[in-house]
């Protein structure tokens, strides 16, 4: 089997993007109260940073039409999905409001809470930093939750779930 090698530009593109899809990763929901109601976003560049202080980021791309909204909040959730929450995960990808056909609530601090995910982190907003297309928000984690079970997977523009080997 051969493999591409090439020079990340303009012209590859699509190859960079075909590159970094061989990486799978979590899938999870970020939400924040707008002017506009509340909003959410899919977003797959999850990490933790720091356990001292309580210190998770995640990237969203510039050119999305929710990315001034999520910039300027001060609270913000990051939800992990579970492997049966991939409706939910395609929702907030598409459309960052509709809240109406997910169960929710709102924290203290206003921001809309989706229920039965697999993990939340409730954060105020720490630093935002400009990373080329996109920004690093990091959040200080004020709350977390989890709950058993399996997370949803996204790789090579799919969604999927996690097999254990025996």
């Avoid at 977003?43 to 929710?66: E, H, I, M, Y």
Wanted: proline fraction near 4%; aromatic fraction near 10%; charged fraction near 20%.
């Amino acid at each position: 089997m051969s493999e591409t090698v090439f020079t990340p530009n303009a012209d590859t593109t699509r190859q960079f993007r075909d590159a970094l899809g061989c990486f799978g990763t979590g899938v999870t929901v970020v939400t924040a109260q707008s002017d506009q109601g509340p909003l959410g976003m899919t977003a797959n560049s999850f990490s933790s940073v720091s356990l001292d202080p309580p210190l998770v980021l995640w990237a969203p791309a510039k050119s999305s039409r929710r990315y001034a909204s999520f910039a300027k909040a001060q609270h913000f959730a990051i939800h992990v999905m579970g492997e049966d929450q991939d409706a939910m995960a395609r929702h907030f990808a598409r459309a960052g409001d509709g809240f109406d056909a997910f169960d929710w609530s709102r924290s203290e601090a206003g921001v809309p809470i989706l229920a039965g995910c697999l993990a939340r982190f409730e954060c105020h907003l720490a630093a935002l930093h400009d990373a080329g297309d996109h920004a690093i928000i990091v959040g200080h984690v004020d709350r977390a939750a989890f709950r058993p079970g399996k997370g949803l997977i996204f790789k090579q523009g799919q969604y999927g779930g996690f097999s254990e080997k025996g």
